[in-house]
């Protein structure tokens, strides 16, 4: 029985899946070079340029896609396919636990985050002595407080809104969930978390002599938490996840603000970098989504959770080779495609960036260079073949220690290829700088 489950598994056609993830991957990927385009120009912006610590929460707030809205898809993609919300009151239950879930955690990781970013800019100026001070400005930071709290909620809000529409909607035409809801989050994610983030943010940095308004912001989204909490608490759909669901959640939070301290230091540097990270972070975070979403279906439909489905690798030496190549693996085919479509797309997207930047006046010839398109493809191609490898242990790790995967993992993964991303990009860049290639460093 369920080796016939597994064999309708990976009777999907492959081109069925690359036409499927197709459209929605280009798409998520335009959407990640135009937030690498604006992040490019606002960099310049009062805001960004008078506090730094901005950068260490960029990665952090475009990570709550995944952290939260690409874990929401993945979840109720799963729920979806196994037919536990198909009627109008499963559908309104679910959507309102979901949009009171995400809330809360979305208002809970940006208070966290920018507190941390603060303190970890505080630390790190300190130990270099450049603040005479030894201060921490009241002002700013209740900027960065108040405007990270309210871009995590406003982003939360309209991307999970979007989600659920459009998993649902997939469903009702015949189109796995699991192959377009993560890659569509992905297509405005980062844009709308960044244009928010950063007009919402200047426009509190304007009136930062008011620090009434700001302080009420912070008091209102604090009270807030424990009312969406408690509404998630009496709903079926996602009171698992509301007392499992924290420590990955926040965990991913440190990973990816770990990624943005690297950008932040390397943004002095080389601020070019600015144009390329959400690219390089989404393409990965978007395509590893895909391959979770999928595998976590394909253990929800062979086997208990908790227990070691038959196809699963008997050696720890045996998981890299089933990623792309098992034939117990019903998704290795997936992941070879996800492998293949990063190579086109990353080329494509480096282009779209840098005819925009030469639109724009504001484009380094360095990085038209020969020598960096193959450095700069390269890590990113990397950094996709790694994310899917941890993918596939992660996935049946958690599925073994009675996790859901839904729940556990996406958060994880996009939070490494939000690290790996930012690192192999400071790499590529300082790699090449000291090879001779001067003119990537900031003038």
């Not at 970890?120 to 921490?136: A, D, P, V």
């Not at 038959?310 to 998704?331: D, M, R, V």
């Not at 009675?402 to 729940?407: E, K, L, Q, R, V």
Request: proline share 4%; with cysteine.
């Amino acid at each position: 029985m369920l080796a016939e489950s597994v064999h309708k598994l990976s009777d999907e056609h492959w081109y069925t899946i690359a036409l499927q993830v197709l459209f929605p991957f280009f798409m998520a990927g335009f959407g990640m070079v135009g937030a690498g385009v604006f992040l490019d120009k606002v960099t310049h912006w009062p805001l960004y340029v008078n506090i730094k610590a901005i950068f260490t929460l960029i990665p952090a707030l475009l990570g709550l896609k995944g952290n939260l809205e690409m874990t929401l898809a993945s979840r109720f993609s799963t729920q979806v396919n196994l037919g536990k919300i198909k009627d109008k009151p499963t559908i309104l239950s679910a959507v309102l636990g979901n949009f009171a879930l995400t809330q809360a955690q979305a208002i809970v990781v940006g208070f966290l985050a920018s507190v941390g970013a603060i303190s970890l800019k505080y630390f790190t100026e300190k130990m270099q002595n450049i603040s005479n001070t030894g201060e921490i400005d009241l002002a700013n930071s209740l900027v960065l407080i108040a405007g990270c709290m309210s871009t995590a909620s406003f982003a939360s809000l309209i991307l999970a809104g979007l989600m659920m529409f459009i998993i649902i909607l997939s469903k009702r035409i015949n189109i796995n969930p699991d192959n377009v809801a993560t890659p569509i989050a992905a297509s405005l994610g980062d844009l709308v978390t960044l244009v928010i983030l950063s007009y919402l943010c200047s426009f509190l940095f304007e009136i930062k002599s008011q620090l009434w308004i700001h302080s009420v912001v912070i008091v209102v989204f604090l009270i807030l938490i424990p009312i969406f909490i408690y509404y998630s608490y009496n709903n079926e759909f996602v009171k698992d996840v509301l007392k499992n669901g924290w420590t990955p959640i926040l965990l991913a939070m440190i990973i990816s603000s770990t990624g943005g301290f690297i950008m932040g230091y390397a943004i002095s540097y080389f601020d070019d970098i600015a144009a390329f990270q959400p690219v390089i972070n989404g393409v990965g975070g978007n395509l590893v989504a895909i391959y979770a979403s999928r595998l976590s279906t394909a253990l929800h439909r062979t086997s208990e959770q908790g227990s070691v489905p038959f196809w699963a690798p008997k050696k720890w030496f045996q998981y890299p080779l089933h990623t792309f190549s098992g034939k117990a693996n019903p998704e290795s085919k997936t992941a070879v495609i996800l492998a293949v479509m990063a190579v086109p797309g990353h080329l494509l997207f480096y282009f779209v960036i840098t005819r925009v930047k030469i639109y724009n006046n504001t484009m380094n010839l360095a990085t038209m260079t020969p020598s960096f398109i193959v450095f700069y493809t390269s890590v990113a191609i990397l950094q996709v073949v790694l994310l899917l490898l941890i993918c596939y242990w992660l996935v049946h790790l958690t599925w073994r220690k009675n996790m859901n995967p839904d729940n556990v993992c996406i958060p994880y993964l996009t939070a490494i290829g939000d690290l790996l991303g930012t690192a192999f990009l400071a790499i590529c860049f300082y790699a090449l700088y000291l090879a001779g290639e001067e003119r990537l460093k900031t003038s």
